[in-house]
Nanobody
Framework: QVQLVESGGGLVQAGGSLRLSCAPSGRTFKYGVTGWFRQAPGKEREFVAAIAWSGGDTYYPDSMKGRFTISRENARNTVYLQIHNLKPEDTADYYC????????????????WGQGTQVTVSS
């Protein structure tokens, strides 16, 4: 059973930065795309970024361009989400997902999910 494990969340002041990590536990797992999503209390899950393992193409919604950077480290089979200039509205649970989606922003097309890591931004 493949599981994704996120780490790197925490409490940070507005203006700070965080780097979230996502790696599979258990057996080696090769998949097409890893995505990051977030969900704030009382809100729907929101697409943040995605990266393709083959070629490294990245995908961001317009609302996330500029402060969010997704990257991968092949040797560690790990995907990172760097967030700069954090704002209180970035407070949410951040989830990584993996699979072979035809549309990177569609959470329903991912087959594997982590448990999430909480990011809290204080003003």
């Amino acid at each position: 059973q493949v599981q994704l494990v996120e780490s790197g969340g925490g409490l940070v002041q507005a203006g700070g930065s965080l780097r979230l990590s996502c790696a599979p536990s258990g057996r080696t797992f090769k998949y097409g795309v890893t995505g990051w999503f977030r969900q704030a209390p009382g809100k729907e899950r929101e697409f943040v970024a995605a990266i393709a393992w083959s070629g490294g193409d990245t995908y961001y919604p317009d609302s996330m361009k500029g402060r969010f950077t997704i990257s991968r480290e092949n040797a560690r089979n790990t995907v990172y989400l760097q967030i700069h200039n954090l704002k209180p509205e970035d407070t949410a649970d951040y989830y990584c997902a993996a699979g072979w989606p035809s549309t990177a922003s569609d959470s329903q097309q991912y087959g594997y999910w982590g448990q999430g890591t909480q990011v809290t931004v204080s003003s």
